[in-house]
């Protein structure tokens, strides 16, 4: 289950703060290896503390790691959190309305949150900046606005 803490930073609350904050989201491929790939604050929402929305290239190769093993893993990785979300796809690709752009969305059930803490030996150390991308895309972009619509509500099918 996710904290508060956690569910309200991914609630999209706040979204204009975080544009530019880069996720990292790891699947699982064919060959049984890692398969990463980088999200936005924009491509991910929390629900609740055990579901979470996630808006990707229906066709890419994470979506089909999502599809047929059905794991994926969310790293946050700020100066102020760093945390594995370990998740499973409950369902998707799902299209997505009124899209031309090939986005799918997965609905996530949240299985584990491991928060990585420095030992005492590490000697205090910490992450000190996010993993940043430019340009940040404008609220207005059409990709940003169809992903946050689709993101508006969990959705499965029935």
Known sequence: MLPVTLVDRLSQQEIARR?????????????????AMILSYVEVRAYSPSTLGLVIQA?????????ARGSGTLLIIEPDAVVYVKTRAVDGPLEVADDELGLGYFL????EVLEDVAAAWEGGMRITSAIEYRPVPALDARWVRSTLAALAAPRARV
């Open 19 to 35: 544009l530019g904050i880069a996720l990292p989201f790891v699947t699982v491929d064919q060959a049984g290896r890692p398969h």
């Open 59 to 67: 066709r890419s190769s994470t979506a089909r790691n999502l599809a």
């Open 108 to 111: 996530l059930a949240v299985e």
